[in-house]
């Protein structure tokens, strides 16, 4: 497949430069964040992916590779995903900071829901989905040459060493009357695997630092080397459980998420390789939120107590004083002692 990329290398970085994709490689297109729900039972590993697609034309596309061929299936809605948030949302820890000055008070962007953001738009169907293996070298540079697709300088390399592997690739494209910012339609890659992997060499090429959200279902707590764990716990522990509609998803014991933000494209090396992890200890993220009180509104009404029991206090004292010089004016002078 090297001469095949070579020839569209040629061409590369002319009209569009790279654009944000953690796992693929985005043309004409930008996705600030991309969640997936991955499985794996048996050596077969199963990738829900959803992606929030950003773009100034109707033919932006994505080049995700894969280890194998794969089977590729829609997803009917986004009950997965939206399920996945609530279940392993982090719990807040609210504290309370008095300030005596008026300062601007912290946007939390509602982060009980959502630690690395939402997805906006709305689900789309109209995108096109091909594959390409490594047993037909010619297609995938054909289809990049119809389309008049442009790559990043530095995806030969990368994409020489998928294909010197074996990997196969799928492309997802967008048509010509969807919306500019769609949320697409859930998307589910099924192939056989040794190890369970997340493509990731491919967003080294990206400009901007990005998010990614894996939730990641097996028999146990797992890692990941790069990411952050924000949530694990058995499968039969998860609060709300998976409702009905997409309970048969769960099929291992077992949930995981990892995830980063703002990951810097540099530090892109390699896949994600998912470790197990040395413990199966539950785990919940904590988010902590400081809250600004006015002190002066906090502590009005102590002080207004303090003030009304020292005037009351100052009455009683100079009441006192009062009758006591009433009384001895009206006992008179002293009797001067006799001799």
Known sequence: MRAQITAIVLLINILFPPAILAGGLPVKGHIPLEEAFITFQDNQQEIFLRINLLSEVSDATVIFPVPAPVEIDMVSDDILFTYLAEATQPQIQVEERLVWINSPQPNHNDEANSHFGTFNGELVENYQIDQFTASEPDALQQWIEEHEYYLPTRAYSILQTYADQGWSFVTITLQEDRPIDSTLQSIRLTFETEAIVYPMMLSSLVNQPFDIALYVLTDNRVDISSLETQYASPVD?????????????????????????????????????????????????????????????????????????????????????GLSYHMRRLAGPEPEDSE
């Open 237 to 321: 522990q998860l609060n709300p459980p998976p409702p009905d509609e997409i309970a048969a998803y769960f099929t291992a014991s077992f949930l995981t998420k990892l995830g980063a933000s703002q990951i810097a494209p540099t530090s892109i090396t390699s896949d994600f390789v998912v470790q197990p992890s040395a413990t199966n200890e539950s785990f919940k993220q904590t988010i902590f939120q400081t809250n600004e009180v006015s002190g002066w509104e906090r502590m009005s009404g102590p002080i207004l107590g303090v003030a009304a029991v020292v005037a009351m206090n100052a009455l009683v004292i100079g009441f006192a004083l």
